[in-house]
């Protein structure tokens, strides 16, 4: 292995920090060897650290409609292709309670900017939510609002928002997102939800068009200031319908190495192993754990939604783990020397 890589690594996993261009080279020349040095690395911090426990948030995808239009996103508003759904209240409520049915204290409600669930129609699920179980912690994903509803929504219980950014840089950015899009309103509505108290969680993708290597070097600097909560990896699906259809998937082993650079540099962070890995590799969530994850998401949208909710591509959801096969992962996890949380364990303030 290169020396001065070496020298990186040992140098994150003491200080946890290093400069862009250090990133950028251990990106750059990265071999199998840097890889597990320092996916053991963070795998350590993650114990030491973080959690020795891998805990399970259950996600909700309550809506495929989305009022905007990212090029690299199957749910924009001009794929005609995409199928179209949205969950009602009750409907949210009953994934909510089989998920209680099997320990799970963690949800994650997403879906598009999709204008019908109106403040009170949101702020109506949180309190239902919360009056089946009062021990639950909820994230939000549902996008860019004003302060005065993020505000609303924290009031009536909400703890967690995630809002995932991209890049930190306008350039990149518009190469992914329409003109009238805007990042610094991004970067203002991630100020705001933390400004508020909410645990912020954020993040990007690995492989998208226009991606550089410097790209992926400066967030470290970005996300210094920011200093989220949590942080979520995917790796770039091309997505039929969308402006990106026919380019280059993003590559997986770059995703894990950034991860685990990510625990490295944040090791505190809540690190969910995101599902998009399973299209690559059967064994992709565990592949995550490894890298220094230490959340995996359980589906609890209804089978017949969950064919319907494709950020990426239709395929991304034949390694999903949902209520199903939650026992079979769990004890894969147990197999491979993984601890998984008590029932009742919440993700709450490190
Ligand atoms: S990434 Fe989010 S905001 Fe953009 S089109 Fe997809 S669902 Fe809508």
């Known amino acids: 292995m290169n020396e001065g890589l070496q020298e990186y690594a040992q140098r994150l996993r003491v200080s946890g920090q290093l400069d862009a261009s250090a990133y950028g080279e251990m990106i750059r020349f990265r071999d199998a060897e840097l890889m597990g040095l320092v996916c053991k690395y963070a795998m350590q911090t993650r114990m030491e650290r973080a959690a020795e426990s891998i805990q399970w948030l259950g996600t909700i995808d309550i809506s495929s409609y989305c009022k905007n239009d990212c090029y690299y996103c199957g749910l924009r508003r001009d794929n005609r292709f995409a ?131 410097t790209d992926l070097a400066d967030e470290f600097a970005f996300l210094r200031q920011l200093a989220p909560d949590m942080m979520m990896v995917e790796t770039f699906l091309a997505s039929d319908g969308t402006p990106f259809e026919k380019e280059r998937n993003g590559v997986l082993d770059l995703t894990y190495f950034v991860m685990a650079l990510l625990r490295l540099s ?32 359980v589906d609890l949208t209804p089978e017949q939604w ?19 096969n939650m026992a079979d992962f769990k004890r894969s996890l147990q197999e491979a020397d993984y601890e998984i949380a008590g029932i009742h364990e919440r993700i709450c303030r490190r």
Request: net charge positive.
């Open 266 to 297: 944040f090791p505190k962070l809540y690190m969910p192993v995101t599902q998009t890995v399973e299209f690559f590799d059967r064994d992709g969530m565990r592949q995550g754990v490894r890298a220094g994850a230490d959340i995996v998401l």
């Open 306 to 324: 969950r064919k319907q909710y494709h950020c990426y591509q239709r395929a991304v959801r034949r390694g999903k783990i949902g209520l199903e």
């Open 83 to 213: 199928e179209r759904y949205r969950m009602d209240l009750d409907e949210i409520l009953s994934c909510c309670e089989a998920g209680l049915q099997h320990g799970i204290t963690n949800y994650l409600i997403q879906g598009g900017e999709d204008l019908w669930y109106t403040t009170e129609r949101i702020t109506e699920m949180i309190r239902g939510m919360k009056k089946l179980s009062k021990d639950i912690t909820i994230f939000l994903s549902l996008g860019e609002k004003s302060r005065a509803v993020y505000q609303t929504w924290k009031q009536a219980g909400a703890e967690g928002y995630l809002l995932c950014y991209q890049t930190s840089d306008d350039r990149f950015y518009h190469k992914l997102h329409p003109n009238k899009m805007s990042l610094l309103r991004k970067k203002q509505c991630l100020w705001e939800l933390k400004e508020l108290g909410y645990l912020v969680g954020t993040g990007f993708m690995i492989g998208t068009p226009y991606q550089r290597i």
